[in-house]
């Protein structure tokens, strides 16, 4: 059975830092490529940042390039999120996200975690 | 504020066709990527309805139906059953953005 287990969330000032993690179990890790997803509280989805399996490339939203960092270890199937700089608007549910699909361009998320609450104090 | 728009609410009987509409661009639908949907229950997890424009996944029934064309696709729902009653977002890939996007949401209502 296929889970994603999010943790590292919680309330920080805005301008400091988390860093989020996604155990994942029941696929090979190391072949899926990877993704962090977003909800802001009543808000719609938006997807924040991948990776692929190999870790060689990754790719953000703009409204995180720069200030986020994704990464992932493969030998502890983990995915992780370096948040820097944060701000009252990345407050959100944050939830990691297996992706499946062909061609990177056609990628879909087939499992999510149950996501991890992030909250920024202004 | 998203590249794709769907529109805020929709609504119907039990046992109605309801249809939710997700349009985008030439840079995202246009250019001929997929489209996929999800469906998001209250207070839950989103959970991935239809991918590759018209494909379910195992255990979502055909009551639920995709389809694109153009720069727009639709999600259609037949026979609205009360626990039909959630979010759904579409969702694509934007090569101006150079990532994945999600559409703004719609709210489905089962009168």
């Known amino acids: 059975e296929v889970q994603v287990l999010e943790s590292g969330g919680g309330l920080v000032q805005s301008g400091g830092s988390l860093r989020l993690s996604c155990v994942a179990s029941?696929?090979?890790?190391?072949?899926?490529?990877m993704s962090w997803v977003r909800q802001a509280p009543g808000k719609g989805l938006e997807w924040v940042s991948g990776i692929i399996g190999s870790g060689a490339d990754t790719y953000y939203a703009d409204s995180v390039k720069g200030r986020f960092t994704i990464s992932r270890d493969n030998s502890k199937n983990t995915l992780y999120l370096q948040m820097n700089n944060l701000r009252a608007e990345d407050t959100a549910l944050y939830y990691c996200?297996?992706?499946?699909?062909?061609?990177?361009?056609?990628?879909?998320?087939?499992?999510w975690g149950q996501g991890t609450l992030v909250s920024v104090s202004s | 504020q998203s590249v794709l728009t769907q529109p805020p609410s929709v609504s119907g009987a039990p046992g109605q066709r309801v249809t939710i509409s997700c349009t985008g661009s030439?840079?995202?639908?246009?250019?001929?990527?997929?489209i996929h949907w999800y469906q998001q229950l209250p207070r839950t997890v989103p959970k991935l309805l239809i991918y590759g424009n018209t494909n379910r996944p195992s255990g979502v029934p055909d009551r639920f139906s995709g389809s694109k064309s153009g720069t727009s696709a639709s999600l259609a729902i037949t026979g609205l059953q009360a626990e039909d009653e959630a979010d759904y977002y579409c969702q694509s890939y934007d090569s101006s953005l150079s990532g994945y996007v999600f559409g703004t949401g719609t709210k489905v209502t089962v009168l």
């Open positions: 996200a297996k992706a499946r699909g062909i061609r990177l361009v056609n990628y879909y998320f087939d499992y």
């Open positions: 030439s840079s995202n639908i246009g250019t001929g990527y997929d």
């Open positions: 029941g696929f090979t890790f190391s072949s899926n490529f």
